[in-house]
């Protein structure tokens, strides 16, 4: 298998840390790839119309996308039904919480985008505090459930885990860790995992 990836994506992330705590990480090859949506990268888009990150092309050749399809099909070549349960209410936790911390990414990455690639005299401060205002309210949502967060790895926590590292890269001066002690407490545990470790996003 070959992934279409990058360092700084908390969607590659994702990808990466399941890999890694199933046990399968040394199966998948590792396509580094610059791409923005003003300047899509042409092999990403031959392999995701969408030319978003990751894609991953399986042995077989097809190519799955987004993070949440190949990281269930992983769970599914691992035979693995920890990552995510398969049925029950511990199943619809686990995606609810990992709907949420993709959106909390997404909103993320809007806001990088509107500093990175928007001239300054074209960007929207209601846009940008739009945005924040998705991230904090998902913030509040995380502090409030920190409890009820599962022991072991799940495709929720792992998600948690991947949108507040990639906060703490692109927005750390924020400061999110003040107003959600419970949900900061969490992640420092948390991001001592050797998954999260071995897939650190560099400053």
């Given at each position: 298998?070959?992934?279409?990836?990058?360092?700084?994506?908390?969607?590659?992330?994702?990808v990466?840390?399941?890999?890694?705590i199933?046990g399968?990480?040394?199966?998948?090859?590792?396509?580094?790839?610059?791409t923005?949506?003003?300047d899509?990268?042409?092999a990403?888009?031959?392999?995701?119309p969408?030319?978003?990150l990751p894609?991953?092309?399986?042995?077989?050749?097809?190519?799955?996308?987004?993070?949440?399809?190949?990281?269930?099909?992983?769970?599914?070549?691992?035979?693995?039904?920890?990552?995510?349960?398969?049925?029950?209410?511990?199943?619809?936790a686990?995606?609810?919480?990992?709907?949420?911390?993709?959106?909390?990414?997404?909103?993320?990455?809007?806001?990088?985008?509107?500093?990175?690639?928007?001239?300054?005299?074209?960007r929207?401060?209601e846009?940008?505090?739009?945005?924040?205002?998705?991230?904090?309210?998902t913030?509040?949502?995380?502090?409030?459930?920190?409890?009820?967060?599962?022991?072991?790895?799940?495709?929720?926590?792992?998600?948690?885990?991947c949108?507040?590292?990639?906060?703490?890269?692109?927005?750390?001066?924020?400061?999110w860790?003040?107003?959600?002690?419970?949900?900061a407490?969490?992640?420092?545990?948390?991001?001592?995992?050797?998954?999260?470790?071995a897939?650190?996003?560099?400053?």
């Amino acid at each position: 298998m070959k992934i279409f990836s990058s360092p700084t994506s908390p969607f590659a992330r994702k990808v990466h840390v399941t890999a890694a705590i199933l046990g399968i990480s040394d199966r998948i090859e590792i396509v580094d790839t610059a791409t923005t949506p003003v300047d899509t990268d042409e092999a990403l888009a031959a392999a995701n119309p969408l030319g978003k990150l990751p894609a991953l092309v399986t042995d077989d050749g097809d190519t799955l996308y987004d993070s949440r399809v190949i990281c269930e099909y992983l769970v599914s070549l691992a035979d693995d039904d920890n990552l995510l349960p398969a049925a029950g209410a511990a199943r619809w936790a686990a995606l609810c919480q990992q709907t949420l911390a993709d959106g909390l990414m997404e909103a993320a990455i809007l806001r990088r985008y509107e500093v990175v690639l928007r001239p300054e005299d074209k960007r929207s401060t209601e846009w940008d505090e739009a945005q924040r205002e998705k991230i904090e309210r998902t913030l509040d949502a995380f502090e409030s459930g920190t409890d009820d967060l599962a022991d072991e790895p799940t495709s929720g926590t792992i998600a948690i885990g991947c949108a507040l590292g990639y906060l703490d890269l692109r927005f750390g001066d924020e400061g999110w860790r003040q107003d959600h002690p419970k949900l900061a407490e969490w992640y420092e545990a948390w991001a001592q995992l050797p998954a999260m470790q071995a897939t650190h996003i560099p400053a």
